[in-house]
């Protein structure tokens, strides 16, 4: 990684770890999101390979990994979340 991206990576590492915690918001998705930061990793990878070959991984293309994980994250929890006791 780049410097500028492993700052943005370390930033969503941080928060997710918050939003993990027993009253956060993911904490229902515990087993989710304990593989999102690898799989962000693999994302900006595939990125840079596929965009410019080698070199570090630029604040971009981590941004934009974050941004598609997030997404998927997203999609995840509308699937699997549990429902209010309203739409019971």
């Given at each position: 990684?780049?410097?500028?991206?492993?700052?943005?990576?370390?930033?969503?590492?941080?928060?997710?770890?918050?939003?993990?915690?027993?009253?956060?918001?993911?904490?229902?998705?515990?087993?989710?999101?304990?593989?999102?930061?690898?799989?962000?990793a693999?994302?900006?990878?595939?990125?840079?390979?596929?965009?410019?070959?080698?070199g570090?991984?630029?604040?971009?293309?981590?941004?934009?990994?974050?941004?598609?994980?997030?997404?998927?994250?997203?999609?995840?929890?509308?699937?699997?979340?549990?429902?209010?006791?309203?739409?019971?």
């Amino acid at each position: 990684f780049s410097p500028e991206a492993q700052k943005i990576f370390i930033e969503h590492y941080n928060v997710l770890e918050q939003d993990l915690s027993p009253s956060g918001p993911l904490s229902p998705f515990r087993g989710h999101v304990s593989k999102k930061t690898e799989n962000i990793a693999r994302i900006a990878a595939l990125f840079q390979y596929f965009s410019y070959g080698e070199g570090k991984i630029s604040a971009d293309i981590m941004t934009s990994a974050v941004v598609i994980s997030s997404w998927y994250t997203d999609e995840y929890k509308k699937l699997f979340a549990l429902p209010d006791e309203s739409e019971l």
